[in-house]
């Protein structure tokens, strides 16, 4: 048989992309580097690594394994989603303005919203950016990056990565996109022309509720130069120990998002069908306003849902305080199944009014589909609506 010129599947590439095998004794993976400092051989001769702050064989090795998933340039681990994101708005000179999407993650709005232009001096519109026609009335001559996230957090909506992008760069623009919800293995901006991909690694890329983490991947070497040299001087890196256990979450990534998504199918339906249901938002359903567009745009529908009850805030609280398999907890991406109340949780630090315009209501339930069973999921939602 004649050998395969064949690029890898995403699945395969998740357990072997990076060459993270350890070149010194064959480990199939690579070992923790706790060092902080590195000998050279003389000043100036080192054999590639200096100090942890720079560069770690550890999270070097993951660093490469998300690149090549994401298709991109480099990768950069952080501490955290939200070192990686304050790290990528130094790309910024103070008193620029940026676009950001009304219905996005609630401490990125508050980065936003609160300390950048305090510290900065940025300046910030929130629009939605499911609108192209309102992204681009709100473009100045001083606008200077478009941060996207899709799908939203929490409403689960769909921006046009295709044509965001066209937009941005007619305008010169840098397109960020936060692409935690979707995973490598449902969408990768960078195919769409996107300039850097942020994920909190926290969630799905760990996968166990385990690990803290961020990245950040570039679509060119030069952008990717130009952020590990701020994210060394902010210092805000991944430690090896961290690095390790999201490598090691990434290993088995697209089996777990697979099951992810085909129960929060299962749960969708059923909630859709449910008489105490209001509206489910989850861009699988045929009814969620951009299901044509996330059919085209991702490669699966993802493990979040979000969805608004009949009673409102005293019902919603109550679904939450019966339920027996979920657990009522903040973040998502893990292989638990946990459940939500943003509007007194992700997205407190939100403003009421701000909230109202997001469409983040007190009626408002977030959902993080885990791998358990199905029929246990949808019999514990069940048992919780009464």
């Known amino acids: ?12 590439r998740c357990i072997h992309a990076g060459a993270t095998e350890d070149p010194a004794t064959g480990a199939v993976m690579p070992p923790i580097c706790t060092s902080t400092t590195f000998r050279q051989d003389a000043v100036g001769e080192h054999r ?30 952080f501490a955290s989603g939200m070192a990686a994101t304050a790290t990528v708005l130094e790309l910024l000179d103070a008193g620029a303005h940026l676009i950001a999407p ?19 001096g940025l300046q910030v519109s929130f629009v939605d950016c499911c609108d ?3 992204i681009e009335r709100t473009i100045r001559p001083d606008t ?14 769909i921006v046009d990565l295709a044509g965001a992008v066209a937009l941005a760069r007619r305008h010169g623009l840098i397109t960020v996109v936060d692409n935690t919800f979707a995973t490598p293995v449902f969408q990768r901006p960078l195919e769409y022309g996107c300039d850097v991909v942020m994920h909190s690694a926290t969630k799905y890329l760990g996968g166990h509720s385990d690990v803290l983490g961020g990245f950040l991947v570039t679509a060119t070497a030069g952008l990717g130069q130009r952020l590990h040299a701020l994210r060394s001087m902010a210092g805000g890196v991944a430690g090896p120990f961290d690095s390790y256990l999201v490598l090691r979450g990434i ?53 979040m ?10 019902a919603a609280r109550g679904f939450l305080g019966r339920l027996r398999v979920f657990t009522l907890a903040e973040s998502l991406g893990g292989v638990e199944s946990l459940a939500g109340y943003p509007a007194a949780m992700s997205h407190s630090a939100m403003p009421a009014e ?33």
Not at 144 to 157: I, Q, V
Not at 278 to 293: F, I, T
Request: hydrophobic share 40%; net charge positive; proline share 5%.
């Open 354 to 386: 701000a909230r109202r315009a997001a469409g983040i209501g007190d009626d408002l339930v977030r959902l993080s589909i885990g791998i358990e069973d199905a029929g246990d999921l949808v019999a514990d939602i069940g048992q919780a609506l009464g």
């Open 305 to 314: 849902l979000a969805f608004e009850i009949e009673g409102g805030e005293a």
């Open 144 to 157: 200077r990056m478009l941060w996207l996230e899709t799908p939203t957090n929490p409403l689960l909506r």
């Open 48 to 77: 590639g690594h200096v100090y942890a702050r720079t560069s770690n064989p550890t999270r070097d090795a993951v660093e490469r394994c998300l690149a090549d998933l994401e298709g991109g340039s480099r990768a950069l681990a």
């Open 1 to 12: 048989m004649e050998p395969s010129d064949r690029k890898p599947a995403l699945a395969t």
């Open 132 to 134: 192209p026609a309102a």
């Open 102 to 120: 009304v219905d996005g993650y609630g401490g990125t709005f508050r980065l936003l919203s609160e300390l950048r232009p305090r510290s900065a």
């Open 251 to 303: 290993k088995t990534l697209a089996l777990r998002m697979e099951r992810h998504a085909a129960n929060a199918g299962e749960v969708a339906a059923y909630l859709a069908s449910h008489r105490r249901v209001r509206r489910v938002w989850y861009p699988g359903l045929a009814s969620h306003p951009q299901h044509a567009l996330a059919q085209r745009q991702m490669h699966g529908f993802g493990g």
